[in-house]
């Protein structure tokens, strides 16, 4: 139970009411030196059936990240929403409505089907859209977009007729992957495969005359119900085993056909026997093979993979009963050779799992090497850039692999194909306007019934969005912001949708790249490793994260888990820890708000050591995050700024300052350590804005601000490196290293001897050189203020006082003086008892780890766990001894 939960929507929700109200979330003006530059990301349109998963949080905050950073460094910004509509998905999900109140879609018809899409796409549409609200996203709602809006259906029909003109679209017939229970073709990278156990039936295939006195040729098969449409057997030309029979025939069984025994070079002499039964119209390997060979094709099943009229018994049968049927059938002939088990892997329907049959039909096809080169290309010479890079290849390889791609679909929901045919006199063409009568003959005509594939209309997305339907490259948005700057994807798309937006702009858009620079987003996976899924109930829900953590805590904790690999392990306390470091900056805003009495703005300056140091931390810190950016490393952002912001900001300048805040401090130099927070806290916000937008916003409203401040944080400059680089000290930044170790030192030797606080104690120092005495020394009194140092000496050659206890720095050694706090004699003993017990422990662990009996029959995370406790007791022991030795 979550007894104090924070309503974080409550304090979000308006926040992001007043940046949408402001206008921040629509084309922003620019400002500064970039003013004149644009900066846009298309964000890749969700289907209209999905809800926030993983992928969306992690990938969505990368987009806002970019765009929100972008927007501060005076870019003219806009990141463009909308949805998809998602063909096959949403059809599945109206189909399953209509079913539950017993309604059929092929009784209502097309048109009210459509009507049905539609109403859906009205009441669950836009629950996607609000998540991506709810997490604080700065996309442009004002103009939303949908890929079947009119100027986007325009833009799709306008692209097929351009290709159908230039000849790079074209109807044919060929093996399509079909499911038969969605009665419709899936394109390959669209299919799953699953490993069966399944069989290998060896068939006898009588010879028509026999040869040597041989009388059958032997072929084997994972489908013997495809026999039916056998029209040759194959052999490999160079299989001496079969050379004489190349020419013959053989009698097909039940249902007598004559076939020719044919040589290809396709054949894996390998495989079952040699010989290969070929069935052009099933299987696209046999496709190839009868070309070549000239064989007819036999389609033996409809699209529901029932056997079509003319096989007897066999007609009508689904693809399971038939193949049953026609095994037995051989059997009682005597024809059934032998079967072996066999495990294959098959393709399955992404939508419904069925099984998918290779099936020849008449389809739409798109003739990618036409347009493969070019998007290829522009990624060779760098024109787009894959971040992480190895991407690179993993696209050009897809590329190269790229065969013509079926872009028909047997659905209703969609884009219906713009052909138009007279089945009075035969005319047909494609055409952007809607077609009633033929031009030839005035009869009415009809539009084909085939919608495209949803990918044909997502690769117009990055530019019919902006204009491109009715003024081409001439509309505003296209001349002054095309190609956008990034794209952020997950990597399952990359050739689906990444490389076809490449082809598809390169044809429509003047040879110009849609982006510039891709970043392949690491996939999330579970805790335990495996993909997230409902079966297996190990997933994650945005939804709850951001209850549970803020938008803010989801969005870091996401990207702090964020490196170059290719999947990521989720874990929630990245979350939590993101959490804490917002309620971290809450916590010193707050420190530094209630310390502004009489505060006067105007210009920070770096008076004094650690004033110098923050601002020479901040300029290495800001030049770091930008170089990330720059990379696309956003755990390396991530984790700049959670370092910098707690380790150093809040744990040591916040400590140094306190005395200068003080009542009875010098008023003057009280307002120089206000400005100076003030500004560096207004830094911290800027840096950590484009990953925590909403705390940071709601801090800066409570921030005192200049008169030409920006209204809101989202608007705010960003930090500006080169300025900032004055700031670097490196004598600054190595004063307050030495004071953050000796104070470190003190605060450790005194929680390890239990000496109170309020306990002040002499402290040694033995520095490198005299450089480091003198930077140290001079910083005495920050040294006093925080450690309750009695007395300090700073030397070169120090030496260890008697009684004293030693802490090893980076340069330098401390010796902090426990004499008259610490009996050494009977810290001395007790250590040593403890010591031997530990040294027994360890050896008992021991004595088992290297036992072999033991090793080769415990389970591996016993074993596992008693290594651990091992390493655990060696650590203590070289801690105990290392304490033994400074109690000399
Ligand atoms: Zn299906
Ligand atoms: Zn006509």
Redesign the pocket.
Known sequence: MRMTQTDYAAMERPIFEAWKDAGYFQRTPGFGEHAGESYTIVIPPPNITGVLHMGHALNDTIQDACIRRARMRGFQTRWIIGTDHAGISTQTKVDKRLAEAGISRLEIGREAFVGECYKWREEYGTTIVNQIKGMGCSCDYSDEHFTLEPSYVRAVRKLFVDWYRDKLIYRGKRIVNWCPSCTTAIADDEAEYVDEAGHLWYLRYPLTEPVDGLEYLVVATTRPETMLGDTGVAVNPKDERFGHLVGRTVRLPLVDREIPIFADWHVDTEFGTGCVKVTPSHDPNDWAMGEKAGLPRINIFDETAHVVEGYGKFSGMDRDEAREAVVAAFEELGLLDHVEDHDHSVMTCYRCHTKLEPWESEQWFVAVDGLKEAAARVVEDGSIQFHPARWKQVYLDWLANLKDWCISRQLWWGHRIPMYY?D??G?EDASVDEIEV?P??G?PVRQDDDVLDTWFSSQLWPFATMGWTEEGMDAPQMRTAYPTQVLSTARDIMGLWVARMVMASMYCCDNTIPFEDVIIHPTVMAADGKPMSKSRGNGVDPLRLMEDYGADGMRFGLLMQVTGAQDMKFNEAKLESSRNFANKVKNASRFVLMNLEGYEPGAPEPVTPADRWIFSRLARVVAAVDAAYDNFEFGEITRELYSFVWNEFCDWYIEFSKARLAADADPADRAVCQRNLVFVLGQILRLLHPIMPFVTEQVYGEMPKDADAAPMLIVAAWPDAGELAAYVDEDAERAIAMVCEVVGAVRSTRARYGISPKTALPVAVKVADEADAALLIAQEHLVRQLANVEELDVAVEASKPAESAVVLGTGLEVYIVLAGHVDFAAERARLMKERDGVAKDAAKFEKKLSNPGFLAKAAPEIVEKDRAKLADLTDKLARLDAQIAELG
């Open positions: 007279c009075e006199c005319w033929c030839a003959c009869a």
